[in-house]
């Protein structure tokens, strides 16, 4: 079974990546942009709506 990844932009610099569910904290969580330290809640970091269901049905 393939795992699932959830895609993520930062807000401030508009870096794009992407990272699985489980290596990611809670959507209501803080996050903190690996490229320019920004942080926010992580559910800000989805790049679609879609991204946010995916995290919050598999964390």
Same mark, same amino acid.
């Given at each position: 079974?393939? %795992? =699932?990844?959830?895609?993520?932009? #930062?807000?401030? #610099? !508009?870096? %794009?990546? +992407?990272?699985?569910?489980? *290596?990611?904290? =809670?959507? $209501?969580?803080?996050?903190? #942009?690996? *490229? #320019?330290? $920004? +942080? !926010?809640?992580? =559910?800000?970091?989805?790049?679609? *709506?879609? *991204?946010?269901?995916?995290?919050?049905?598999?964390?």
């Amino acid at each position: 079974m393939e %795992e =699932a990844y959830v895609r993520l932009v #930062c807000p401030e #610099c !508009r870096k %794009e990546w +992407q990272s699985t569910p489980s *290596d990611l904290p =809670a959507p $209501e969580n803080r996050y903190t #942009c690996p *490229d #320019c330290g $920004e +942080q !926010r809640r992580l =559910a800000e970091f989805m790049r679609t *709506d879609r *991204d946010l269901e995916t995290l919050r049905e598999l964390h």
